[in-house]
C-alpha cells in the first residue's frame, strides 16, 4: 500500500512539473514576426486616419484556381470616406454543414458601392495547416487581414463550396463608423505589437465579439456556448437583436444564404451588389 501511495505521489508531482513546464514554455514563447508565410497571408494590413478618411494598406484582392491557389496575387491601397460608411454585414462559413465551428469575419458596405472586410485569422506558413488543437496553443500569430469583399466571399462560396451566410447587422451609420475604427486600430496595433492567436479568447468570432462589446458595452457574454461553437454565432447574434431581420433562425439562414447565387453570378465586377440583390433582397 505505501509503494502505491508513492506511485499515485509520483505520478502527481510528475504531472504538476510537467504543466509548469509547459506553462513557462508558453509564456517564454516570442510570437513570430517573419516567416515563409503563405501566399494570402503575407502582408499584414494597416490604416492611416487623416480626419474622415482613412486609408487602409494591403486590401487583399486575390483570384484563385479550383483548387484555391491563388492565380493573380494583387494588394490595393485605398482610402475610404467614413462618412460613406452606410452598415456591415456578418459573414458567418461553417467548416462543413454539420461542423461545430465556423469562420467569421464582417464586411462594411459603403454608399460609393464600396464593401470592405475585415477577416480574422491564424496566420500560417507555407508549411503549416490550421489545426484547432494547435489553435489552443501558442502556434499562431493572430492576424487581421483586410480584403475586397468579393475576395473574401468568393473564394468561399465558389472555390471552396461552403455554404456562406451574410447577415446585415442592426446598426446605425454612426455605430457602425465605430466598429469598424476600433477594428483598425486593433489592426494597427498587432502589426506593431504582435499577439498570438487562440482558438478560444483570440478567435474570428471572440475577437468580433471584442470589439462588437466596445461599441455596445455588455451586449455580448465573454463566454458563451455560440462564441466557443462558432457555427451557432448567428444564433447568439439574433437572440442579442443584432441581426437586421425580423425572421427566426432557420427562416434567417435561408434568406441570408448567398453560396448558390454567388455560384450563379460569378467574378464579376458587381459581384458585392449582385449577391445582395438577388439572395437578399437589397
Known amino acids: 500500500m505505501k509503494n502505491l501511495h508513492k506511485t499515485i505521489k509520483y505520478i502527481g508531482l510528475a504531472i504538476i512539473l510537467l504543466i509548469v513546464i509547459f506553462f513557462i514554455w508558453q509564456g517564454t514563447k516570442s510570437v513570430p514576426t517573419e516567416g515563409n508565410w503563405k501566399d494570402t497571408l503575407r502582408l499584414l494590413s494597416t490604416a492611416e486616419f487623416n480626419g474622415d478618411l482613412v486609408t487602409v494598406k494591403n486590401v487583399r484582392n486575390f483570384q484563385y484556381s479550383a483548387s484555391g491557389t491563388p492565380t493573380v496575387e494583387d494588394w490595393y491601397d485605398k482610402t475610404y470616406d467614413l462618412n460613406k460608411l452606410q452598415k456591415v454585414w456578418y459573414a458567418i462559413d461553417p467548416f462543413d454543414p454539420s461542423s461545430l465551428f465556423a469562420h467569421t469575419f464582417l464586411s462594411f458596405q459603403f454608399s460609393d458601392g464600396s464593401f470592405l472586410a475585415i477577416t480574422i485569422e491564424a496566420r500560417l506558413t507555407k508549411t503549416q495547416e490550421y489545426n ?39 446598426a446605425n451609420p454612426h455605430d457602425v463608423r465605430l466598429l469598424l475604427v476600433d477594428m483598425l486600430n486593433r489592426m494597427n496595433d498587432i502589426a506593431i505589437h504582435p499577439t498570438w492567436y487562440n482558438a478560444i479568447y483570440a478567435n474570428c468570432t471572440s475577437s468580433i465579439a471584442s470589439h462588437v462589446n466596445k461599441i455596445w458595452p455588455g451586449l455580448l457574454p465573454k463566454f458563451d456556448w455560440q462564441v466557443l461553437f462558432t457555427s451557432y454565432a448567428d444564433k447568439l447574434a439574433l437572440d442579442k437583436g443584432l441581426l437586421d431581420t425580423d425572421l427566426s433562425l432557420n427562416p434567417a439562414r435561408k434568406k441570408f444564404y448567398v453560396t448558390d447565387i454567388a455560384g450563379k453570378v460569378g467574378y464579376v465586377k458587381d459581384f458585392s451588389d449582385l449577391i445582395r440583390k438577388f439572395s437578399l433582397g437589397k
Open 132 to 170: 484547432m488543437w494547435n489553435g489552443f496553443i501558442r502556434s499562431f500569430p493572430l492576424m487581421y487581414i483586410a480584403a475586397d469583399e468579393r475576395d473574401a466571399v468568393y473564394l468561399r462560396t465558389n472555390i471552396y463550396k461552403d455554404g456562406l451566410y451574410v447577415y446585415p447587422l442592426r
